[in-house]
């Protein structure tokens, strides 16, 4: 199975920076894409970015401008790099893998992490 760790959430004030980061590890076959969504109660997950295994990133209207995600695909991660933080990015933060797990059946698999909360306030 694959999992998901993350870290790098907290509590920042407006007009700060956090870079978030997940791993991935266990029977990765291959990677398509990892990204990063985000939730508040009573919304629903919406699309932060994500990246392929190309490199090829696409953003969602949350992640435009102020946020930049990358990856280290040696190491099976990926980061968020957020800047210029705003009161309404406070969300849970859920890091997303899509691929194929290792044999015998090398099975698409959709991965979420647990979450990593954000909290921007002063």
């Known amino acids: 199975q694959v999992q998901l760790a993350e870290s790098g959430g907290g509590l920042v004030q407006p007009g700060g920076s956090l870079r978030l980061s997940c791993a991935a590890s266990?029977?990765?076959?291959?990677?398509?894409?990892m990204g990063w969504y985000r939730q508040v109660p009573g919304k629903e997950r919406e699309l932060v970015a994500r990246?392929?295994?190309?490199?090829?990133?696409n953003y969602g209207d949350s992640g435009k401008g102020r946020f930049t995600i990358s990856r280290d695909s040696a190491k099976n991660t990926v980061y968020l790099q957020m800047n210029s933080l705003k009161p309404e990015d406070t969300a849970v933060y859920y890091c997303?893998?899509?691929?194929?797990?290792?044999?015998?059946?090398?099975?698409?698999?959709?991965?979420w992490g647990q979450g990593t909360l954000v909290t921007v306030s002063s």
């Open positions: 990246i392929t295994s190309g490199s090829s990133t």
């Open positions: 266990g029977s990765i076959f291959r990677i398509n894409d």
């Open positions: 997303n893998l899509r691929g194929i797990d290792s044999g015998p059946y090398y099975r698409y698999r959709e991965v």
